[in-house]
T-cell receptor, first 120, second 109 residues
Framework: GAVVSQHPSWVICKSGTSVKIECRSLDFQATTMFWYRQFPKQSLMLMATSNEGSKATYEQGVEKDKFLINHASLTLSTLTVTSAHPEDSSFYIC????????????????FGAGSRLTVL | GENVEQHPSTLSVQEGDSAVIKCTYS??????FPWYKQELGKRPQLIID?????GEKKDQRIAVTLNKTAKHFSLHITETQPEDSAVYFC????????FGTGTRLQVFP
């Protein structure tokens, strides 16, 4: 079935460095992908909507220069956390809509496995 | 925009009992309501969903009910088992999916 693959699953980096997280749709094309951030014991907070071939749409309060999103192909979206600081440490999850797999043909949001970022 | 509220935030039940989690939404145009289960350190997984043209859907031990007039929908888990322990999120669509705050369910043997 359709799968969303996300890498790396965990990454540790030094403060001030940049980290790239990849999100791939396997066996289907995703013109739109979504990036979420999740703090411990909290809900999924939408950061941005990644659109293939155009600029990402960021949610209010999310710094677009800090969290760079690139969606260069129909199967790959990347999130780059630039000049990372300890407060950026979090669980980042990407997702994509899989058409017609939900009840009565609804599009289903399917998640990658997530990437746990720790900034020292 | 859409606003989703979820209750309770934590729920503890004895194995074999039932568990009910409720969500309310604000946008009357919303027409699709999924529930996700997230085990510790893992990705959220869709467990059941419903569209607004029906009032209830059941899949073995889990069911979802929808009250469009009151704008709330609920997840029902019967005969709970320890492996049901997880965080459950409801969601409602706007131009993107808005998630509830989550319910941490603990099922004690």
């Amino acid at each position: 079935g359709a799968v969303v693959s996300q890498h790396p699953s965990w990454v540790i980096c030094k403060s001030g460095t940049s980290v790239k997280i990849e999100c791939r749709s396997l066996d289907f094309q995703a013109t739109t992908m979504f990036w979420y951030r999740q703090f411990p014991k909290q809900s999924l907070m939408l950061m941005a909507t990644s659109n293939e071939g155009s600029k990402a749409t960021y949610e209010q309060g999310v710094e677009k220069d800090k969290f760079l999103i690139n969606h260069a192909s129909l199967t790959l979206s990347t999130l780059t956390v630039t000049s990372a600081h300890p407060e950026d440490s979090s669980f980042y999850i990407c997702s994509a809509l899989i058409p017609g797999q939900g009840y009565s043909g609804a599009n289903v949001l399917t998640f990658g496995a997530g990437s746990r970022l720790t900034v020292l | 925009g859409e606003n989703v509220e979820q209750h309770p935030s934590t729920l503890s039940v004895q194995e074999g009992d039932s568990a009910v989690i409720k969500c309310t939404y604000s946008d009357s145009a919303s027409n699709y309501f999924p529930w996700y289960k997230q085990e510790l350190g893992k990705r959220p997984q869709l467990i059941i969903d419903i569209r607004s043209n029906v009032g209830e859907k059941k899949d073995q031990r889990i069911a979802v009910t929808l009250n469009k007039t009151a704008k709330h929908f609920s997840l029902h888990i019967t005969e709970t088992q320890p492996e049901d322990s997880a965080v459950y999120f409801c969601a409602a669509p706007a131009d993107k999916l808005i998630f509830g705050t989550g319910t941490r369910l603990q099922v004690f043997p």
